[in-house]
């Protein structure tokens, strides 16, 4: 039991290093708003996630902003973006592995999973945005986004709508890749939670 929870915990801690390491190769998907860019930290989130559970997971993505925050020192000495992006992970990766767990993996769900999985990261980070990270920009960095309903709308939506598919399009294609590995893997870590119905 000891040996497991080691090799559980030794797993987070590289799942966590691999997305951080993944988080700084992004780049921006609209040309009129270069600072909003997307990165494929997520995979490797959603892999520990499938594979040690949801709680696991949010570890991750927290080591992976923690370690973000480090190494840049965030805005002004603010974790604004850090956790930012903290936030928005988890409102991708919870429905999509809420989705695999109760409903399986087949195309159709996973097509529903990564709508659903986009459609609640664009919801989140609009009001996000629109609340609080927006405001905090300008008043810690100086920084103006404009009008506020046309940033939320020419800027931050379609933003979150082009990510979301993309990393979910993209999560699903190494998933389905490496899917027997990840099996044999939570059934080595958790044989009770692995509904093998709903993954074939």
């Known amino acids: 039991m000891i040996e497991q929870r080691t090799k559980k915990v030794t797993m987070i801690g590289i799942l966590a290093a691999v997305a951080w390491v993944v988080s700084q190769f992004s780049f921006p998907l609209l040309y009129w708003s270069p600072f909003l860019k997307v990165d494929f930290s997520d995979i490797p989130i959603l892999l520990g996630m499938y594979v040690y559970g949801p709680l696991s997971g949010i570890a991750i993505a927290a080591i992976r902003s923690l370690l973000s925050y480090i190494t840049s020192g965030g805005e002004a000495g603010f974790p604004i973006g850090d956790t930012t992006a903290f936030i928005g992970t988890l409102s991708l990766t919870l429905p999509i ?104």
């Not at 405001?135 to 939506?157: D, K, Q, T, W």
């Not at 399009?169 to 044999?184: A, C, E, R, S, T």
């Open 97 to 200: 592995y809420y989705m695999i767990k109760n409903k399986g993996v087949s195309k159709k769900e996973s097509i529903l999973a990564g709508g659903l999985a986009t459609l609640s990261l664009t919801i989140t980070m609009s009001i996000l945005n629109w609340l609080v990270v927006a405001p905090l920009y300008m008043r810690v960095m100086g920084f103006s986004v404009g009008p506020m309903r046309e940033y939320l709308a020419l800027s931050v939506v379609p933003f979150n709508l082009i990510k979301g598919t993309l990393v979910s399009f993209i999560f699903y294609v190494v998933f389905y890749q490496i899917q027997d590995y990840l099996n044999n893997l939570k059934i080595k870590n958790n044989p009770i939670d692995l509904n093998t119905s709903n993954i074939k």
